[in-house]
């Protein structure tokens, strides 16, 4: 999947205009980076195209920072400008269509890091 197509069903599924949709993705995926450990950032970087994949270097540090999805939820409103409910909804379709874009096993992978709070917002995304 390149990064029009991912964009472009995130727009379609949240219902905002593709420009939200690219920054939501593009935030939602460096907020996520901050959870990861370098090592899984660059795995997930591998399988990303290029936009989506600088969105995940700028998030990635040495330090892996430990938050739940409400606060993702909370950092990329943020960052977005959208209310806490838009980011929230946006955040989870984001994760499901990141399942659909890289191999199952990066996703498991990438989920194992995240955590089960995360875990559980892909799966109420539908």
Not at 19 to 26: F, G, I, K, S, V
């Amino acid at each position: 999947m390149d990064e029009r197509e991912f964009v472009r069903t995130v727009a379609e599924r949240t219902g905002l205009g593709r420009e939200e949709a690219a920054d939501l993705t593009r935030a939602t995926l460096e907020t996520l980076a901050h959870r990861l450990s370098p090592g899984e950032a660059r795995d997930l970087v591998i399988e990303l195209p290029e936009g989506l994949a600088d969105a995940v270097r700028r998030g990635t540090t040495d330090r892996i920072e430990r938050f739940g999805h409400t606060d993702s939820v909370q950092r990329v409103a943020q960052r977005t400008m959208l209310k806490e409910e838009e980011a929230d909804r946006g955040v989870r379709t984001v994760l499901a269509v990141l399942r659909e874009a890289i191999s199952e096993k990066e996703f498991t992978d990438l989920m194992s890091q995240l955590g089960t709070d995360f875990s559980q917002a892909v799966e109420s995304s539908g």
